[in-house]
């Protein structure tokens, strides 16, 4: 499994982003998928997750009414779109992909086996 995360950068507070993350390598329809991020310093955290029908979105309290979730099995890519964007929102992004397909979708890590690279994101004030 390869995930690709890509569209980070450097955004001034108020302002949007949005992350993507290709994966390749088995069928994705069938898997649920997560964003998570990691600031300096701190424990990487959920940010969201999206089962893998697109029916199903959870939302850390953090970002719930800025941050949306959402893919598209045609091309194998799942997004982050990021609204209202604050200076604490600042880390290294990354999407995951649990082993097993299907089932409930969850936020917390441990959930999550297979990891993209990362990708920042900064938010200036």
């Known amino acids: 499994v390869q995930l690709q995360a890509s569209g980070g950068g450097l955004v001034q507070a108020g302002g949007s982003l949005r992350l993507s993350c290709a994966a390749s390598?088995?069928?994705?329809?069938?898997?649920?998928m997560g964003w998570f991020r990691q600031a300096p310093g701190k424990e990487r955290e959920s940010v969201a997750a999206i089962n893998f029908s697109g029916g199903s979105r959870f939302y850390a309290d953090s970002v719930r009414g800025r941050f949306t979730i959402s893919r598209d099995n045609a091309k194998n890519t799942v997004y982050l779109q990021m609204n209202s964007l604050k200076p604490e929102d600042t880390a290294v992004y990354y999407c995951?992909?649990?082993?097993?397909?299907?089932?409930?979708?969850?936020?917390?890590?441990?959930?999550?086996?297979?990891w993209g690279q990362g990708t920042q994101v900064t938010v200036s004030s």
């Open positions: 995951a992909q649990p082993r097993g397909s299907l089932g409930p979708v969850r936020l917390g890590a441990a959930e999550y086996d297979y």
């Open positions: 390598g088995r069928t994705f329809p069938i898997y649920n």
